[in-house]
Nanobody, 126 residues
């Protein structure tokens, strides 16, 4: 059984920082994609950042480039998201995801996702 557990959400003021962490247990594929999605009520789910830890390849949505940094440890099955200079529009429920690497560039899309965490709330106030 695969379990995906996030931690680190919270409330901050605009310009502040948060770090999200995630542990994926029960899924030991050596070549896998991991990452973070976010959901805001009434809006489409967004793929915030993803990583292919095996080659340390990272992918970011445009609005977070330069402010967020994703890192992952393939052996430990962990993935983190460092968020700096947070903006109110970054608010949402953040979900950790994982799934198999399906080929070149597959970690940059949504198709790899097989496992989801329960989510952790991030609220940025202006």
């Amino acid at each position: 059984q695969v379990n995906v557990v996030e931690s680190g959400g919270g409330s901050v003021q605009a310009g502040g920082s948060l770090t999200l962490s995630c542990l994926v247990s029960g899924y030991d594929a050596s070549r896998k994609c991991m990452g973070w999605f976010r959901q805001v009520p009434g809006k489409e789910r967004e793929r915030v950042a993803t990583i292919y830890p095996f080659l340390a390849l990272t992918y970011y949505m445009d609005s977070v480039k330069g402010r967020f940094r994703i890192s992952g440890d393939n052996a430990k099955n962990t993935v983190s998201l460092q968020m700096k200079n947070l903006k109110p529009e970054d608010s949402g429920m953040y979900y950790c995801v994982a799934g198999p690497h399906l080929g070149a560039g597959s970690c940059s899309g949504d198709g790899f996702v097989r496992f989801w965490g329960q989510g952790t709330q991030v609220t940025v106030s202006s």
